[in-house]
Nanobody, 119 residues
Framework: QVHLVESGGGLVQAGGSLRLSCAASGRTSSVYTMGWFRQAPGKEREFVAAINWSDGITYYVDSVKGRFTISRDNAKNTVYLQMNNLKPEDTAVYYC????????????WGQGTQVTVSS
């Protein structure tokens, strides 16, 4: 099991920036991919971005391409989500998640951090 703790959420005006962090502990040597998901009120949780732990290949949902950047610091077992040019529709609880090697889905989740973008 991997334990995940997010930080960095908050309130920001449209056009502003935030950086989310996710610190991983536990079976971090078994992590294959780290990802960020978000859930807005009344909506289903959606994929935002992911990064492969070993080769750094990244994946993004179309709505955040060019605005968000996912990165990782393997030495610190931490993944980041730099969010620029934030829009009100980015308002959601953001969750960090981990997918282990040979796992078919993200199985470890953080507690979430609130991001609110005012217009």
């Amino acid at each position: 099991q991997v334990h995940l703790v997010e930080s960095g959420g908050g309130l920001v005006q449209a056009g502003g920036s935030l950086r989310l962090s996710c610190a991983a502990s536990g079976r971090t040597s078994s992590v294959y991919t780290m990802g960020w998901f978000r859930q807005a009120p009344g909506k289903e949780r959606e994929f935002v971005a992911a990064i492969n732990w070993s080769d750094g290949i990244t994946y993004y949902v179309d709505s955040v391409k060019g605005r968000f950047t996912i990165s990782r610091d393997n030495a610190k077992n931490t993944v980041y989500l730099q969010m620029n040019n934030l829009k009100p529709e980015d308002t959601a609880v953001y969750y960090c998640a981990a997918r282990l090697i040979l796992a078919s889905a993200f199985g470890s989740w953080g507690q979430g951090t609130q991001v609110t973008v005012s217009s």
